[in-house]
């Protein structure tokens, strides 16, 4: 069964940066074939994509981050990233991680809290 472990959360002052990691472990797993994408959920809001990144490295942003946020992998740590730039209140939320795409999903990890205050 495959783990996914976010981190990297926390509280943060109206435009500033956090950098999220998201580890997948678990056997019958292959990583590197998958695309990726992180996901957040505000208190009363649906879960949304915000970014993916596929198996060859193409990023996709949700307008409301695009120019903001970074996905990026390394395949050999089995972790992907998102660097968060120009923190705006509206970005508080739950983050995860799972696969992105055509791939169906795995469990959700617990995700981490990130917090922007005005």
């Known amino acids: 069964q495959v783990q996914l472990v976010e981190s990297g959360g926390g509280l943060v002052q109206f435009g500033g940066s956090l950098r999220l990691s998201c580890a997948a472990s678990g056997s019958i797993f292959n990583y590197v074939a998958m695309d990726w994408g992180w996901y957040r959920q505000a208190p009363g809001n649906r879960r949304e994509l915000v970014a993916t990144i596929t198996r060859g490295r193409s990023a996709t942003y949700a307008t409301s981050v695009r120019g903001r946020f970074t996905i990026s992998r390394d395949n050999a740590k089995n972790t ?39």
């Open 80 to 118: 992907v990233y998102l660097q968060m730039n120009s923190l705006k209140p509206e970005d508080t939320a739950v983050y995860y991680c799972n696969t992105a795409g055509s791939t169906g999903r795995l469990n959700w990890g617990q995700g981490t809290q990130v917090t922007v205050s005005s």
